[in-house]
Each structure stands twice: as structure tokens, then as C-alpha cells.
């Protein structure tokens, strides 16, 4: 709808502060056999949870977890199954989850 206008003002600004584009080998996929534990929000207009699938791709050993309703930096995003989820990841142990549920989004009514 607004096409790129969220990227704004990018990689114009690039050109302005006389810096270089780096060239598609910057751009190429990231490939690592670290583990890795990629966590998105469902309602994450910025980095969408396919973002994170196509990024996994080049992580074989990854773990994506995904947290229904939470956007991008959001509070619903740190939920006590989730932080308990990081902290198995740390631990080196298998996480015992992958989905996070959370209620449904509720909107204040409009005051007349």
C-alpha cells in the first residue's frame, strides 16, 4: 500500500552521505551451523515471520519460534512460555515449543 516509503530514507541516504553500495556479495545470504533461534511476531508488519523462514534457510541448526499477536517490539512478545523458551535455547536444551499463543488483540471503544 505504501510501498517503500517504511524504508525511507533508505538506501537513498547512502548516496547522500558518500557512502558506497556494498555490492550483492554484501546482500547474499547469511550461512552459519551456529545455533540459532530466530523468534517473530505474527502481527510484525517490519519482519514478518516468513522473513525469519527464508533466513533459516541458512541456518541448519535453527529454531524459530513464533508468537501469535505480538508485533515487531512488543510487550506480548516476552511472555513467561517465551522467556522460557529462550532460556531452554541457552541452555543448550531442545525447546519445548515453537508457537507461542497469546489472546486475540482488544481495542479500546471510542470515547463520543
Known amino acids: 500500500m505504501v510501498g517503500s516509503l517504511i524504508d525511507f530514507p533508505f538506501p537513498e541516504v547512502c548516496a547522500a552521505w558518500g557512502r558506497p553500495d556494498l555490492g550483492s556479495t554484501f546482500r547474499s545470504p547469511v550461512k552459519s551451523s551456529l545455533p ?16 525469519a523462514e ?27 512460555k517465551t522467556i522460557e523458551v529462550m532460556l531452554e535455547f541457552l541452555k543448550g536444551l531442545s525447546v519445548s515449543t515453537t508457537r507461542v499463543a497469546s489472546p486475540p488483540l482488544e481495542f479500546p471503544p471510542l470515547s463520543p
Open 36 to 51: 540459532v533461534l530466530f523468534i517473530s511476531g505474527t502481527l510484525d508488519g517490519r519482519t514478518p515471520v516468513s522473513n
Open 54 to 80: 527464508e533466513t533459516r534457510k541458512g541456518f541448519p541448526n535453527s529454531v524459530h519460534l513464533i508468537v501469535d499477536q505480538a508485533g515487531h517490539v512488543d510487550a506480548s512478545m516476552f511472555k513467561p
